[in-house]
């Protein structure tokens, strides 16, 4: 009741101003024909005026209504620079304030209770640095300042706070509005408008905003390099610190540039993709295809395929492969194109320093990128057993006759797979389920491949404990209530990976972590200091090589020419692609996060068997799923599953990342027979369910006129 009884104060103030058409009041022109009268009030009753005009100027901030800017003139022109600078300041803040205020008991329950999913991490920022956020817009005026007030109102931040903030942060504004106001108060005739005062006045309020931005960044980079004494001279533009998809693209971008850069790697050049991630669980993948397709001969019309292998050689071509991929991402070819490239353990001690091998470098920027490591789960008694993560598995050479997967995600997925189909009795753990990033029946195609493939999936379990016992490995674990030890030869520890942020010397410069212990950045890709970037899986969101190499690009270009142009890192259309068989593509929104964010969306559906390549090929099993704004073709999420699903992926994404609907995806041909076809069914099972029925409905009359 309240609320209600404050809407309807509010509504009728706002109806009573436009109605009676008070704003004609706060305009220049009023402004200027009242001039002489208001001079002469004030000099009669100068405490009635001030005590006037500060109620009327505190009622139009509260209410937001039009006219606020003028009054600030109107205080200059009245009271000169010193009064009315002291009227505004203290009037705005407090109208400022009252307007939050109403936001808040108005709005922000519901407005929390509506989007709290998605204001999440609004609310923490604003939790965390709300003063120094709202300053800087109060300061730097880009946005209107009864937007802020509103919006304001709708966060955690504290009323204390947001007055004294803004009180501080409206002033210098304040100061140069009023003055633009003494200077009016003198203009005698229009010639008087191309006075120099009045020019200079107005020519300030235009380069005011950037003034106030720089002295903001002035101001956060001198409380952060307090302690930190800037070389005179340096010896290189960029240093880039670890050798994966991020600083190679990093260092690549930067030699091409003509900067003068280092590259730091301390293990082994490639990083995680190539040595153990992207290329050798693809490689291990292939061969386990292999042996899946010559068991299912009689599909394609054979009678029998023998297969005979060695476990040992398929491991062995695994390693051959990324030794032939090595080339790629060798010390020798980044030297060719201009990287110098050192070998060794990178620490920073300094913002303008990073120390190797005994050398202390000096440089412009530095750009951290780390990567990740696989996570190892505190599990009792785990060093006594034999146990393996995603960067040690391809050291085996003898094929564990039971191994363990621990972890449903990709990383486990994979694996458990392609180890089941090479003839291990694997057995795949999840606490959840399989696949939770994804749509339910996504999760549960690739769930059903699995179990099609021998491996035997445990949900809802928590493990326990290791064990090695009279010569035998067990894993005791915790399902609907009872314990259960499951005995293996190998274990596999799949449940995720963590970013490399210790040893670096990123701890003496204080730089923030965030909840997922990234390093903390901003939309440029800066940290705490505004020359160390960081990309790739150590800064996240995401930990995946395309976007790591995404990154780079941004990080380069902002570490090398963010003082003429700044780019902020864009996350619209980020595709992924879990490689297992049936396989899973994903861009966008799925189902299950648009019902999470509320958001609206149609959802349309083509099933593989009914496409030809499919057919042929007797691979029928997936489907092509497009979510879209409902009743139109812009593209708001796809996920495809099928055993070609992230090669179809890609015409999507360049459709999202360029604003192209369903209806050019239709209209664009596409060769046949092939699995990219299914995109253009896709797209035209959404157009049949959109056909214009009123409009078919008089051609079908006209056809059957033309047929007499």
């Known amino acids: 009741?309240?609320?209600?009884?404050?809407?309807?104060?509010?509504?009728?103030?706002?109806?009573?101003?436009?109605?009676?058409?008070?704003?004609?009041?706060?305009?220049?022109?009023?402004?200027?024909?009242?001039?002489?009268?208001?001079?002469?009030?004030?000099?009669?009753?100068?405490?009635?005026?001030?005590?006037?005009?500060?109620?009327?100027?505190?009622?139009?901030?509260?209410?937001?209504?039009?006219?606020?800017?003028?009054?600030t003139l109107a205080g200059g022109a009245l009271f000169g620079l010193a009064t009315g600078t002291l009227l505004v300041s203290f009037a705005s803040s407090l109208g400022a304030t009252l307007a939050f205020l109403a936001a808040r008991f108005v709005l922000r329950d519901a407005v929390q209770n509506r989007f709290g999913n998605r204001l999440a991490a609004i609310n923490a920022g604003i939790e965390k640095d709300g003063a120094f956020y709202l300053f800087t817009l109060r300061l730097v005026p880009a946005f209107p300042f009864f937007v802020i007030?509103?919006?304001?109102?709708?966060?955690?931040?504290?009323?204390?706070?947001?007055?004294?903030?803004?009180?501080?942060?409206?002033?210098?504004?304040?100061?140069?509005?009023?003055?633009?106001?003494?200077?009016?108060?003198?203009?005698?005739?229009?010639?008087?408008?191309?006075?120099?005062?009045?020019?200079?006045?107005?020519?300030?309020?235009?380069?005011?905003?950037?003034?106030?931005?720089?002295?903001?960044?002035?101001?956060?980079?001198?409380?952060?390099?307090?302690?930190?004494?800037?070389?005179?001279?340096?010896?290189?533009?960029?240093?880039?610190?670890?050798?994966g998809a991020a600083g190679l693209v990093t260092a690549y971008?930067?030699?091409?540039?003509?900067?003068?850069?280092?590259?730091?790697?301390?293990?082994?050049?490639?990083?995680?993709?190539?040595?153990?991630?992207?290329?050798?669980?693809?490689?291990?993948?292939?061969?386990?295809?292999?042996?899946?397709?010559?068991?299912?001969?009689?599909?394609?019309?054979?009678?029998?395929?023998?297969?005979?292998?060695?476990?040992?050689?398929?491991?062995?071509?695994?390693?051959?492969?990324?030794?032939?991929?090595?080339?790629?991402?060798?010390?020798?070819?980044?030297?060719?194109?201009?990287?110098?490239?050192?070998?060794?353990?990178?620490?920073?001690?300094?913002?303008?320093?990073?120390?190797?091998?005994?050398?202390?470098?000096?440089?412009?920027?530095?750009?951290?990128?780390?990567?990740?490591?696989?996570?190892?789960?505190?599990?009792?008694?785990?060093?006594?057993?034999?146990?393996?993560?995603?960067?040690?598995?391809?050291?085996?050479?003898?094929?564990?006759?039971?191994?363990?997967?621990?972890?449903?995600?990709?990383?486990?997925?994979?694996?458990?797979?392609?180890?089941?189909?090479?003839?291990?009795?694997?057995?795949?753990?999840?606490?959840?389920?399989?696949?939770?990033?994804?749509?339910?029946?996504?999760?549960?195609?690739v769930e059903a491949a699995l179990v099609a493939d021998g491996v035997r999936v445990m949900k809802g379990t928590d493990t326990l404990r290791c064990e090695n016992a009279d010569g035998e490995q067990r894993l005791w674990l915790r399902r609907d209530g009872r314990d259960e030890a499951l005995p293996f030869d190998a274990l596999l520890l799949a449940v995720g990976r963590a970013p490399r942020t210790e040893g670096f010397g990123l701890e003496a410069l204080d730089i923030p972590l965030t909840r997922a212990r990234t390093?903390?950045?901003?939309?440029w890709l800066?940290?705490?200091?505004?020359?160390?970037?960081?990309?790739?899986?150590?800064?996240?969101?995401?930990?995946?090589?395309?976007?790591?190499a995404h990154q780079a690009w941004y990080a380069a270009g902002n570490a090398l020419f963010g003082g003429i142009k700044r780019f902020k890192a864009d996350y619209s259309v980020i595709p992924w692609v879990t490689f297992t068989d049936l396989e899973v593509a994903r861009v966008g929104l799925s189902e299950t996060d648009a019902k999470q964010q509320g958001i609206a969306v149609e959802v349309t559906r083509y099933e593989l068997d009914d496409l030809d390549r499919a057919i042929t090929e007797d691979a029928t099993h997936g489907y092509v799923k497009v979510l879209t704004v409902p009743g139109k073709d812009r593209i708001l999420g796809v996920t495809i599953v099928g055993g070609h699903a992230g090669e179809m992926l890609s015409e999507f994404v360049l459709a999202m990342r360029h604003g192209l609907g369903l209806n050019k995806i239709l209209g664009t041909i596409h060769p046949y027979p092939t699995w990219a076809e299914a995109n253009k069914y896709a797209a035209g099972e959404w157009k049949r369910a959109h056909a214009p029925q009123k409009l078919l409905g008089w051609v079908a009359r006209y056809q059957a006129w033309m047929r007499g």
């Not at 009635?48 to 209410?63: D, H, K, N, P, R």
């Not at 200079?200 to 390099?225: D, E, H, N, T, W």
């Not at 800066?526 to 790591?548: E, K, L, M, S, W």
């Open 526 to 548: 800066q940290t705490r200091y505004p020359n160390i970037f960081a990309c790739g899986d150590v800064a996240g969101p995401y930990q995946f090589t395309h976007t790591a």
């Open 253 to 445: 971008i930067a030699a091409a540039v003509k900067a003068k850069v280092t590259l730091i790697e301390g293990h082994k050049m490639g990083g995680d993709c190539l040595n153990y991630g992207c290329v050798p669980s693809k490689a291990l993948i292939r061969s386990a295809r292999f042996v899946k397709q010559a068991h299912d001969a009689e599909k394609l019309g054979m009678t029998r395929a023998a297969i005979e292998y060695n476990f040992a050689d398929v491991m062995a071509r695994v390693r051959r492969v990324v030794r032939t991929v090595e080339p790629h991402d060798s010390v020798e070819r980044y030297t060719q194109l201009g990287v110098e490239v050192v070998e060794g353990q990178a620490m920073i001690t300094s913002p303008w320093t990073v120390e190797v091998n005994g050398q202390t470098l000096t440089t412009r920027a530095i750009v951290v990128a780390t990567g990740a490591a696989p996570l190892i789960p505190a599990l009792p008694g785990l060093a006594d057993v034999r146990h393996y993560t995603s960067d040690t598995i391809w050291s085996l050479t003898k094929r564990p006759q039971r191994l363990i997967v621990l972890g449903g995600g990709p990383i486990g997925c994979e694996p458990a797979q392609a180890f089941a189909r090479l003839g291990c009795q694997v057995t795949q753990i999840a606490r959840s389920g399989l696949m939770g990033k994804e749509d339910p029946d996504a999760a549960g195609a």
């Open 1 to 71: 009741m309240k609320r209600i009884i404050l809407l309807a104060l509010v509504a009728a103030l706002l109806a009573a101003f436009f109605a009676f058409h008070l704003g004609r009041f706060l305009t220049l022109d009023a402004l200027k024909a009242s001039q002489t009268q208001f001079a002469a009030q004030y000099a009669a009753t100068p405490y009635l005026v001030m005590g006037a005009y500060f109620v009327i100027y505190v009622v139009v901030t509260a209410l937001s209504l039009p006219g606020a800017a003028v009054m």
């Open 519 to 523: 390093l903390e950045t901003n939309a």
């Open 149 to 243: 007030n509103l919006l304001m109102g709708l966060t955690p931040i504290r009323t204390r706070t947001f007055y004294w903030v803004s009180q501080v942060g409206m002033l210098a504004g304040t100061l140069v509005y009023v003055n633009a106001g003494t200077q009016l108060a003198r203009i005698d005739s229009l010639a008087g408008i191309l006075s120099p005062g009045l020019v200079a006045s107005f020519a300030l309020l235009g380069i005011f905003p950037l003034i106030a931005k720089k002295i903001v960044a002035m101001a956060q980079a001198r409380k952060v390099y307090a302690n930190w004494p800037r070389p005179r001279r340096f010896d290189r533009n960029l240093v880039v610190i670890g050798a």
